[in-house]
């Protein structure tokens, strides 16, 4: 990992199907619109996209009776007549997209799969890295065999079969190409009409719980598997840190540079803001602090970008299925002045933990020139970090 600021990712929306209706279930209403878990089926969907990180907006695709019964949609999110037909509906999807670029990602999910997991997208996202189109999959467990009526027939090899989950995600240019290209050849999925056009399609691990909602018996399927994924917990860290200030020195503040008579003092760049981030991270995971994992006495370390101790942190949240809710972050100097480069601190720490800023506060104070902080030899800074973390 080099010091350099990180490429910013590519823009990730995501186009929700919510137009099919439940027949096969027998369902009095849509079955987009069934309540699971206490919310509509379509609710967890759209509460998991809004939820991630990485995307900023989408697409819900529905009939009449499920927009107006959906009145209120996630920051970003549009809606989109549903078709006649799945692929009729993702066109109209795309071209509620109009507007965002080629370059940019997108994940095509079917609403009646409520159990979208974070760590889904975040494989399908990794796989788009070096690939135009990924499709979760899941091995097929059961004997596969003919059958003609009642009767059973041969047995089918099931060692080159596996089972299409959604979502399924797609550099937007691709998407929007095959589509285009299949001029009224229909298909099951969107995966089918990129293949089409000699464009491989990557698999990436699925999850049993994007379990589909197809006859009544999936219901209480579901029941299940959504009661089982609402066991989490939050936890809270607090993290401090200060730090000298010296003369000829840069400072280093919030992830930004700003533009100072005098540095902070420290093995690293000496970035108080985001130590403290970081050690209120890594409080709320109960997994140490940042002297644990970055210690001064490692020659590594010195001089390092503190943005690489922030960024590992969230990572670690990642790595136990867990999500940064909430940062709240006071940075306690005299001088400078913190309030003109308030939005560029936001917008740097949003960039390295991957949460919309809307999630992260950044205020400033000082100490009335009282303390070493008020007679200018160093600066101050304090966060509160909340993380919803998985039920150990």
């Known amino acids: 990992m080099s010091d350099s600021a990180p490429v910013p990712p590519l823009r990730v929306t995501a186009i929700l199907l919510a137009g099919g209706r439940g027949t096969r279930a027998a369902f009095a209403q849509p079955k987009q619109l069934q309540s699971l878990g206490g919310k509509p089926l379509l609710r967890w969907s759209l509460d998991a996209f809004a939820a991630h990180p990485r995307v900023s907006g989408g697409v819900l695709v529905a009939s009449d009776d499920v927009m107006a019964a959906t009145a209120e949609l996630p920051e970003g999110w549009t809606f989109a007549a549903a078709g006649a037909e799945r692929q009729r509906s993702v066109e109209n999807g795309l071209l509620a997209l109009a507007d965002w670029e080629d370059d940019a990602l997108v994940l095509v999910h079917d609403a009646a799969r409520p159990g979208i997991e974070a760590a889904v997208i975040d494989r399908l996202l990794a796989a788009l890295a070096t690939a135009e189109a990924a499709i979760p999959t899941l091995p097929v467990p059961d004997t596969l065999v003919h059958q003609a009526g009642e009767e059973a027939g041969n047995v089918v090899d099931r060692s080159a079969l596996a089972r299409v989950q959604t979502p399924q995600a797609f550099r937007l240019g691709t998407l929007r190409r095959a589509h285009a290209a299949a001029a009224g050849e229909t298909a099951t999925d969107d995966a089918q009409l990129v293949r089409r056009l000699g464009i491989p399609v990557v698999a990436v691990e699925g999850d049993a719980r994007l379990h589909k909602l197809t006859y009544a018996a999936d219901r209480a399927i ?23 200030l010296v003369a000829d020195k840069p400072l280093w503040l919030g992830g930004i540079e700003i533009e100072h008579s005098h540095g902070l003092e420290g093995h690293s760049d000496a970035d108080v803001a985001l130590h403290a981030l970081t050690d209120a991270i890594l409080g709320a995971l109960g997994d140490g602090d940042i002297g644990t994992h970055f210690p001064p006495s490692d020659p590594e370390w010195r001089g390092a970008a503190s943005w690489r101790f922030l960024d590992f942190a969230a990572r670690r949240v990642e790595a136990v299925g867990g999500r940064i809710d909430h940062a709240d972050l006071t940075i306690i100097a005299e001088a400078p002045k913190i309030g003109p480069n308030r939005g560029l601190i936001q917008a740097r720490i949003a960039e390295i933990l991957a949460i919309p800023p809307a999630r992260i506060s950044v205020k400033a104070t000082t100490t009335e020139r009282l303390g070493f902080t008020g007679r200018r030899e160093g600066i101050a800074a304090q966060a509160v970090v909340t993380l919803q973390l998985p039920e150990t």
């Open 222 to 244: 579901l029941e299940g598997l959504l009661e089982a994924r609402a066991m989490t917990r939050t936890a809270v860290g607090m993290g401090y840190d200060v730090h000298r």
